[in-house]
């Protein structure tokens, strides 16, 4: 968002209240902001108090070696039985977990799948019996890569059952992206399926698997494989000495009895790669006791979760932390009904199955409420969604005019709408209005949540104060807060604690308002942020540059109507590449979908014979935005060279790239 937009937005003075009854009988009311300000450390411990502990906790939290948080220490708990078990015991095993729908439709009919918490518990218990039988031990990492099909929860939650962390990898990397993650966290065990449906079309996900496990040596003992498609697959089976395991064979005829174990409060519960400043993907430590007392609390807060009545949808991925806080480990901590949904958002299903599920609660992002925007009001105005309640936003900044659309076309003008701040690395939402209690402001996320510590500094680390604009910082641990990077400490340090010491630098910048709350401004690193998924500037070079034709390349985001950035690349090739060839734009943005995956790919690519450097060699990516957003090309003064930028915008009528 530029200077130009924020003074725009902060001349925004709409105002919603939160609606009278949603107000009067919220689960959270104002005053716990001054109950967490009076004893942060007692607020966060009455939010463990809504898990069940095998053991309680000595102390709510270690901070004696900064960053290196500890939570709820000395505590045990098992994060499975807190989302599945303990619902059964109480009497709620009949109570549906999960609406699944599948993306497909025979005959007029939706292949759907009802499951229940004591159905979720017989999976679970199985799926742990047969983790175990596949060697699976307390403390090995499982890596899992899958599509948005039942079994992936109930594969998470077998993980955590047996305190073996997991790594779920997005279904849309691609096998070097898999194979990566597999290494780094050192997985022996990877759960899969054939494939998923996309699209109206039964994808594959197995052959990537395969790739990626060539790839990685000896590492990975086993494949387990879910079936759902039905599609052919390359096979080689325990009988003949091969690593794949069908899933019906193990899982289904496996004992639903198995004993839980409870887990030290900061056991590994998962790790989560997500893109830096770096080309390495960087794994996201989550330990179990903090997360699952910030998630839980924090679902139950923000959505103002009435577990009874409530039908709740996330229509995040589980291949990202939305996903794990917000479908898998929050909501079914405080027992939640909801919908899961394989498949993309073509025109209409969505509400179709609003419609059908009588959804209450949704979420989402705001690059998804943009397509919808495109598509016009009349495909939502085709459905009944008179059963929502409150609406959620989150993954970037959403604009007021998206925000509006949301408000009215899809809640009817009654729903309050969260825009919902948080990283994979604070496990939890962050900053976000309290539906029952915050006037929204179209456009704001208004303020950090009670327990949370949020403020805008300057360079110096100085409180900007209300109206000024800075760097949004964290100044106090919080319960899901990452522990560590995985198998690199120093990494931790140096990224998110070093340039202000004793400050968590989320590596965004943000303004406060005159009423002092807080207006997202996008990262102010090289991290880009397409549809709501984090890129690396530097990792998709490191693509581009791995391709044989390619010298050097620079990648920026440029603003994109619909995904908010959409990334674009400047390259030149090599000498002996010539002028590439007449498909090197194709070639390259291929390559690039098999380096990281499809979503990483250029929605343009230019040939370009120089790039704009300073004299200390750095290419200034501030110039090349210009070019990519069309805008008058900024001052060059401090550019080696600054003929430069007219060779560049010469090219620049060269055509962007198609889908
Ligand atoms: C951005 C997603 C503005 C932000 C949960 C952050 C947002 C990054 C919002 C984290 C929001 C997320 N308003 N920006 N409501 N939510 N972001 O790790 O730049 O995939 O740093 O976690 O997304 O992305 P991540």
Not at 99 to 105: F, K
Not at 167 to 173: P, R, Y
Request: charged residues 25%; proline residues 5%; contains cysteine.
């Amino acid at each position: 968002m530029s200077e130009q937009t924020l003074s725009n937005l902060m001349h925004e003075d709409r105002r919603f209240e939160p609606p009278a009854d949603l107000a009067e009988n919220a689960n959270v009311k104002a005053e716990a902001y001054d109950r967490a300000d009076a004893d942060r450390e007692a607020f966060w411990a009455e939010a463990a108090e809504r898990l069940d502990w095998g053991r309680k906790w000595d102390q709510v939290l270690d901070w004696s070696n900064p960053p290196f948080a500890k939570w709820f220490v000395g505590g045990t708990l098992n994060a499975a039985v807190n989302c599945v078990d303990r619902h059964v015991e109480a009497g709620r095993g009949d109570k549906v977990a999960l609406h699944w729908v599948g993306e497909p439709i025979h005959d007029g009919v939706a292949d759907t799948r009802d499951i229940t918490y004591a159905q979720l518990k017989d999976e679970v218990s199985k799926a742990a019996n047969a983790l175990t039988e596949l060697g699976v031990q307390k403390g090995d990492r499982v890596a899992i890569y899958m599509p948005m099909i039942p079994e992936v929860v109930v594969a998470m939650l077998a993980c955590a059952r047996l305190g073996a962390p997991h790594t779920v990898v997005f279904g849309g990397f691609s096998a070097d992206a898999l194979a990566s993650r597999i290494t780094d966290c050192e997985a022996h065990v990877v759960i899969t399926s054939d494939g998923g449906y996309r699209r109206g079309a039964a994808s594959a996900l197995k052959p990537a698997v395969d790739e990626a496990v060539e790839k990685t040596g000896d590492l990975v003992r086993n494949v387990l494989v879910v079936r759902r498609t039905g599609q052919d697959v390359d096979w080689h089976g325990r009988e003949e000495g091969g690593r794949d395991v069908w899933w019906h064979d193990v899982v289904d005829n496996a004992s639903t009895d198995h004993e839980p174990e409870m887990h030290d409060s900061e056991h590994p519960l998962y790790v989560m790669y997500t893109s830096g400043t770096t080309g390495k993907p960087k794994g996201i430590l989550h330990t179990t006791g903090g997360y699952l007392a910030g998630t839980s609390y924090t679902h139950w807060s923000v959505f103002d979760l009435k577990p009874e009545t409530d039908v709740y949808w996330c229509t995040a991925d589980v291949g990202w932390v939305t996903g794990h806080s917000y479908m898998v480990y929050g909501p079914l901590a405080n027992g939640a009904t909801q919908v899961m949904y394989e498949g993309t958002p073509e025109k209409g299903r969505w509400w179709q199955i609003v419609q059908d599920y009588k959804v209450t609660i949704f979420y989402t992002a705001p690059t998804a409420i943009r397509t919808f925007m495109k598509q016009g009001r009349e495909i939502p105005d085709g459905y009944d969604m008179s059963s929502l309640r409150l609406l959620g936003s989150v993954g970037e900044p959403i604009n007021p005019e998206a925000y509006i659309w949301y408000r009215e076309v899809i809640g009817g003008g009654r729903c309050p709408v969260v825009d919902t701040w948080w990283q994979t690395e604070t496990g939890q939402i962050m900053i976000s209005p309290l539906p029952g209690v915050t006037a929204g402001k179209p456009g704001s996320a208004m303020k950090a949540l009670p327990g949370i510590s949020a403020d805008v500094v300057d360079d110096e680390a100085r409180s900007v104060g209300n109206g000024n604009g800075g760097y949004l910082v964290l100044r106090e641990p919080w319960p899901a807060m990452l522990r560590t990077l995985w198998g690199d400490d120093q990494r931790f340090k140096d990224t998110y604690w070093s340039r202000w010491p004793g400050l968590y630098f989320a590596g965004d910048g943000a303004k406060l308002d005159e009423d002092g709350d807080i207006w997202l401004l996008g990262r102010v690193d090289d991290v880009m942020n397409v549809s709501g998924h984090r890129l690396s500037t530097t990792e998709i070079e490191s693509a581009l540059v791995s391709h044989p034709k390619v010298a050097e390349a620079a990648v920026v985001g440029a603003a994109d109507d619909t995904t908010g950035q959409a990334v674009c690349a400047f390259v030149i090739l090599r000498d002996s590449a010539g002028d590439g060839g007449e498909d090197i734009v194709e070639e390259l943005r291929k390559h690039v979908a098999k380096e990281i995956g499809a979503i990483a790919k250029p929605r343009q690519i230019m040939v370009v014979p120089e790039l704009p450097k300073t004299r200390s060699g750095k290419i200034m990516r501030r110039l090349l935005k210009d070019v990519a957003e069309h805008r008058e090309v900024g001052d060059v003064t401090t550019l080696a060279d600054s003929t430069v930028m007219d060779l560049i915008k010469s090219k620049e009528t060269s055509a962007p790239a198609e889908d």
